[in-house]
């Protein structure tokens, strides 16, 4: 099938630059004498004001009701919206920021079953007692994202122009995790931390969290001589957790490696942003000496090398 892109000056020109999309069977909207009779829409989003970073651009998904999965028209525009001529019918439309490079999508030709989701981190060959939450998978962290969505568009012949309004709300979490007062920080050669109990994927028609209950980390960097910070971006806890764990761990200058275990559940619970949390915790007293200057900071986590320490701290 021929993929049209539609011309209009305020659309952005994308083509398919999701992999996954390429092989899909849908329509873009064209302008053509056959869209002159159509009526005119103004696809607007009402940002919420606090939004000061936005996405280079937004996927609009139109898929028609009552004519089978897969025929749906898709339209993408800037933050600042857009117009289109759209055939007459009953809609139910969907959007998501198109500026993404590390999330899956899935079922795109089915509205209720569309997922946005992530991918596992390889950790074969790892003994189980050596991760921090041996029955979570490690996935990679989502890129930001923001989505609406809206049921029962009726679009008439009769119409000469309307606007479309979405409210694009964001739908991943940052978690800014700390570990303060560290003695002898600079026995350590590089840190990373694991926070437990996340889920791996989003449904943008029902507006939730969905799939397997998983963990999420990164690597950690100085916030100055004893304490250090990372985030950790996630479309939210499982809906299912009732405990949320933080792991923390530092790789030594003397080829030591320990692993602090935090209960954060109360944090996270408690937190007066829910979309922008503050994990902090208090760190150790590290044996002092000199780092290797041939050492480096090291690659991947590599948790499956010799033994970890593994401590679990009471908050």
């Given at each position: ?63 028609a009701l009552g ?197 954060v559940t109360d ?43 593994i401590i679990d701290?009471?908050?």
């Amino acid at each position: 099938m021929r993929h049209n892109v539609w011309k209009g000056g305020s659309s952005l020109m994308v083509p398919l630059t999701l992999a996954c999309l390429a092989g899909c069977t849908h329509k873009e909207l064209i302008y053509d004498e056959s869209a002159i009779g159509r009526p005119l829409i103004y696809v607007a989003y009402d940002w919420d004001p606090s939004e000061t970073d936005l996405p280079e651009g937004m996927a609009n998904l139109f898929h028609a009701l009552g004519q089978g999965p897969g025929n749906y028209w898709r339209c993408d525009f800037r933050p600042s919206g857009g117009t289109v001529r759209f055939p007459t019918g009953i809609y139910d439309a969907l959007i998501f920021n198109n500026d993404t490079e590390n999330i899956l999508f899935t079922d795109i030709d089915d509205f209720s079953g569309f997922t946005f989701s992530t991918s596992p981190i390889d950790t074969g060959g790892v003994p189980s007692d050596q991760l921090p939450f041996p029955s979570q998978k490690l996935y990679r962290q989502p890129d930001r994202m923001w989505s609406d969505v809206r049921y029962g568009i009726d679009i008439m012949a009769t119409l000469t122009t309307d606007t479309i309004r979405f409210k694009p709300k964001r739908i991943t979490r940052d978690y800014h995790i700390e570990m303060t007062d560290i003695v002898n920080l600079q026995s350590a050669l590089r840190y990373y931390a694991v926070l437990s109990d996340l889920t791996a994927s989003y449904s943008p028609a029902r507006q939730r969290q969905t799939g397997p209950t998983v963990s999420m980390g990164g690597f950690m960097s100085p916030i100055d001589s004893s304490s250090i910070s990372t985030t950790v971006t996630s479309f939210g806890m499982a809906r299912d957790s009732s405990q949320s764990r933080l792991a923390i761990y530092l790789w030594l200058a003397d080829g030591e490696r320990k692993a602090y275990l935090y209960d954060v559940t109360d944090q996270i619970r408690e937190a007066p942003d829910s979309m922008d949390l503050v994990i902090r915790v208090k760190g150790p007293t590290l044996p002092e000496m000199k780092p290797d200057p041939e050492g480096g900071s090291g690659g991947g986590l590599d948790v499956g090398v010799d033994d970890w320490d593994i401590i679990d701290i009471e908050l």
